[in-house]
């Protein structure tokens, strides 16, 4: 397995600039996830590493090798689609075995790698019967076909384009940890893209966070998910809420009246008083106390008093609406608070202010 | 991309302008040849052009019987064209919109005319148009042109009607609406583009019509075609590509205009009842 | 929701009914006068001999105009066969690899009617025709023996072919377009290039589209008569159209022009029947 290095990809349509100058460097062997939005370019980005796009400029090396400019068989790209894209005019065995078919290899070595390669995505050995085709199978099994057909070339990087969001949801978190065990057997070097965070942080070894063609982003699901440095980041990752709040007369973050204690303005810019500043927390991190509640210091960063009215249930949860000023706060709590005061306190390391006027 | 020397994109660029003169040549060569023959005023073998030119076939053509002919094969357009939009268009609503028994036995019966050789047709239709009388008279190139071009309006139709969302028709009955003015008011009003380019088809079909106008018309119904048809098989090629190029004019005209029309999403059911 | 059976309590019923027939039955009489029965007068017509029912009429066409029978059918699969390699191969390219200027040109042979194509052709491809012509300037013929292209099978091919592959490439590249693009993806991730990707998934994932193109465009051939008139042999074999043409406006023979008739339709029957029977062992 070789390493795969991308360096300043640029490209544009026509005005909009897909992909900004992207430098990303995929370790041998890893599963990579491509995080964003839509239209963050996360898509651009795998087809241009698969070879369907010409890149603007920028180069690509898998390995020592320059593909840039090479067709898709010709670098060692495979790639999974969404939709699966699988031929519905061909057998099951015939999808699985085209690429190896026009690589012009022998046909007992395609029986026995197609053989090979349906065991090892989990697929009964009828698939393989001549008369089947893919639109018998079901949802999860086709997308174990189009795995099993990028795989059996045995190809240097596999790409994978949001695979499992055409599936229902309990098929969904089954199949990604199989995808995440296929590729850690095989060794191979992968890069997946997604939309879906709980997906992303759950399968792979690096993240990669995208917004506007730009990565924004690099890290282990831990770092990512605990430790966004930037207010794209902070605001993307995780259920956050955004607030609005002030720097009072004597310098401090002030929250509709409560002071925020310790939580520093991101990039340690001097704010200066009555300056407007943007606080993002995340609402799992909002502690439901009881009113009698004392805050161990020094962890506690805000401690709000509330009156628990609004709520609803969630299935296993009790989701809290509390008001403050125009500004509402949401609070998830497994106890059940009815028509009572209650107090809310957040941690200082979950809460995260920056200035207003800062671009993510 | 960055890596290909100039001297293969040179190749290419060869290639490509090749392959453009290759492919005009093929498709305008014969239509430039009609061109030439009109301007010909003296031509002999083996010159590759025409020794005199000018424009004198076409005023001989314009004095002589081609006017006739033009003015003729238009008003028996624009009749057709009336007639089968006034014919087909309530039928394909009722096609599109109610259950109608033999519904797809009614769409292929309008293949008919253009499924099967219409020459011994028209042979035997004759006998019984000169029963009624309207054999070598306009009414009758009318009515054959009629029962061949409806398929061009009615299947057209159809599917413009079938694409009007039917909520809309109800919103008008659900106020008081009969169907009648449900279709005056709602679904004709919005099938509209449909009416007309089907009406462009069938006018384009009738204006060229052939074979139906030398049987059923002759000897005093010319038209374009047959006039051509004439001319060509009596040697006077100049005259005969004069009519030629006036003949092909509408149809130029409709591609210049409306080629945008003939996209890909519209035709990939062509055929599908 | 039938809003309008609701309202009128289903008193409309009736007068609906009698509305949907004025609208139906016009057109359809219209069409089962002209063609239906004049079809079925040229089967009974082509069975009289004289007065009297006989087969007569067929032997007689069999024998003396089956070369002409073999001829049409022959050329109308030679063009079909053309058309069908031409608008395939080129329609494919043009769907992978987009050029709006060959796309407009090869639009314009649609708009061009058969009568019009007949002349052109002619003069085109006389002996001392345009084509011969450029020919003999660059010196591939002699000037003194141009060759004869508009007599005989090649100048009727040549005008059919020309005329009915831009209708085809039309057909054909729409069915083509409405093929899911990611499959052509997939296929190039595996290393299909243009040619691959035509052969091993336009043609197949669009065979019945195909097959439809190709039916349509067989019976225009087989039933073709401007063209075929302009192009005929004065004394060789002819398409079967003539034949017809001749034996109404010269011999007078009505019946033998029917019986003629008929055996063209059965030509012209014959590939959409089979057509229809493999769509129906398909489904």
């Not at chain 3, 066409?61 to 002409?68: E, F, N």
């Not at chain 3, 390699?85 to 200027?101: D, E, H, K, P």
């Not at chain 3, 159209?241 to 001749?246: H, L, P």
Request: include cysteine.
């Amino acid at each position: 397995m070789v390493e795969i290095r991308m360096e300043n990809i640029v490209k544009k349509y026509r005005k909009t600039t897909a992909l900004d100058g992207v430098t990303l460097t995929l370790k041998p062997g890893t599963m990579t996830v491509v995080l964003g939005p839509s239209g963050c370019g996360k898509t651009t980005l795998l087809h241009i590493l698969a070879g369907l796009l010409p890149a603007d400029s920028g180069k690509l090396f898998f390995g020592e090798k320059d593909v840039t400019t090479l067709r898709p068989q010709e670098r060692g790209a495979a790639l999974v689609f969404q939709n699966y894209a699988l031929w519905p005019h061909m057998s099951v065995f015939d999808n699985i075995a085209y690429g190896l078919r026009l690589k012009k290899v022998p046909r007992d070595q395609i029986v026995s790698r197609v053989d090979e390669i349906t065991k090892l995505v989990g697929l009964p050995e009828e698939v393989l019967d001549s008369r089947r085709h893919p639109t018998e199978l079901s949802g999860g099994q086709q997308q174990r076909v189009a795995l099993a057909r990028a795989l059996v070339v045995s190809p240097s990087l596999l790409l994978m384009d949001e695979p499992l969001s055409n599936l229902d949801a309990k098929v969904r978190s089954r199949l990604r940890v199989y995808i995440r065990d296929v590729q850690k057997r095989v060794g191979i070097t992968a890069l997946y893209v997604t939309h879906d965070q709980e997906e992303a942080f759950s399968i792979a070894d690096t993240v990669v966070l995208m917004n506007r063609g730009k990565i924004i982003q690099t890290g282990t699901s831990e770092e990512i998910y605990d430790h966004p440095e930037s207010r794209f980041a902070a605001e993307f990752i995780g259920d956050s809420t955004v607030l609005d709040g002030t720097v009072s007369a004597d310098g401090r973050v002030c929250f509709e009246g409560n002071d925020i204690r310790g939580v520093p303005i991101h990039s340690n810019t001097t704010a200066k008083p009555g300056d407007s500043v943007q606080i993002i927390l995340r609402f799992s991190d909002v502690k439901i106390r009881p009113a009698s509640f004392e805050p161990k210091e020094p962890e506690t960063g805000l401690l709000l008093s509330a009156f628990a009215k609004e709520h609803m249930y969630i299935g296993a949860k009790y989701r809290y609406v509390f008001h403050f000023g125009e500004q509402t706060v949401l609070a998830d709590s497994e106890t059940e608070y009815r028509d009572e005061p209650v107090k809310l306190s957040i941690r200082r390391d979950a809460i995260r202010i920056y200035k207003k006027s800062e671009a993510s | 991309m960055s890596g290909t020397s100039v001297f293969s994109k040179g190749i290419r660029l060869t290639g490509r302008l090749l392959l453009y003169a290759a492919a005009l040549f093929l498709i305008l060569g014969p239509l430039s040849s009609l061109v030439i023959w009109s301007l010909a005023e003296q031509w002999h073998w083996p010159a590759m052009l025409p020794q005199r030119w000018g424009t004198m076939y076409w005023e001989k053509a314009f004095r002589g019987e081609l006017m006739n002919s033009f003015v003729t094969g238009l008003e028996i357009a624009v009749i057709v064209t009336g007639v089968v939009i006034v014919l087909a268009v309530p039928l394909a609503y009722v096609l599109a919109r109610f259950h109608i028994p033999f519904k797809a036995l009614i769409l292929v019966l309008f293949l008919f005319p253009q499924a099967f050789p219409s020459l011994p047709v028209f042979a035997n239709l004759m006998t019984l148009f000169y029963r009624w009388d309207i054999a070598g008279k306009v009414s009758g190139v009318v009515l054959v042109q009629v029962g061949a071009a409806l398929i061009y309006s009615l299947w057209t139709m159809v599917s413009v009607f079938q694409s009007v969302p039917r909520v809309l028709e109800d919103a008008a009955y659900s106020m008081g609406a009969s169907r009648i003015r449900a279709f005056f008011d709602v679904s004709l009003p919005l099938a509209v583009p449909g009416v007309v380019a089907s009406g462009i088809l069938v006018f384009l079909y009738s204006l060229d019509e052939f074979t139906g106008t030398l049987l059923i018309g002759s000897p005093f119904v010319k038209t374009l075609p047959v006039q051509m048809y004439l001319s060509s098989m009596g040697y006077e090629m100049q005259i005969a590509s004069v009519t030629s190029l006036i003949i092909s004019i509408p149809g130029i005209l409709f591609l210049l205009l409306f080629q945008r029309f003939l996209k890909a999403e519209y035709l990939s059911s062509f055929g599908r009842i | 929701m039938n809003y309008s059976a609701v309202l009128n309590g289903g008193r409309g019923k009736t007068g609906e009914r009698l509305l949907g027939a004025a609208v139906i039955l016009p057109p359809v009489a219209l069409v089962c006068t002209e063609y239906v029965y004049p079809f079925l007068m040229s089967v009974h017509s082509s069975l009289l001999k004289d007065g009297r029912f006989s087969a007569e009429n067929y032997s007689y066409s069999l024998s003396v105009y089956g070369g002409d029978i073999l001829f049409t059918a022959f050329v109308s699969a030679l063009s079909l066969a053309l058309v069908l390699a031409l608008s395939v191969t080129i329609g494919g390219y043009l769907t992978l690899r987009r050029n709006r200027f060959l796309e407009f040109l090869f639009k314009v042979p649609l708009f061009i009617p058969f009568v019009v194509v007949g002349h052109a052709m002619r003069t085109f491809l006389a002996p001392k025709g345009l084509l011969n012509s450029l020919l003999s300037q660059i010196g591939v013929i002699d000037i003194n023996h141009p060759p004869d292209f508009i007599y005989g099978a090649v100048g009727i091919v040549i005008s059919l072919t020309w005329k009915q592959f831009s209708f085809a490439l039309l057909l054909v590249m729409s069915s083509f377009e409405s093929v899911d693009k990611s499959y052509l993806e997939a296929a190039r991730t595996f290393g299909a290039g243009t040619c691959r990707q035509i052969l091993n998934f336009l043609i197949p994932l669009t065979r019945s589209s195909i097959g439809v193109t190709a039916v349509l465009i067989l019976t225009s051939f087989l039933q073709n008569f401007s063209v075929v008139m302009m192009m005929g042999n004065s004394g060789g074999s002819q398409h079967i159209m003539v034949d017809i043409y001749n034996t109404i406006t010269y011999l007078n023979d009505l019946p033998l022009a029917n019986a003629l008739g008929v055996i063209s339709y059965l030509l012209a029957l014959g590939p959409a029947i089979l057509y229809l029977k493999r769509e129906m062992e398909k489904a």
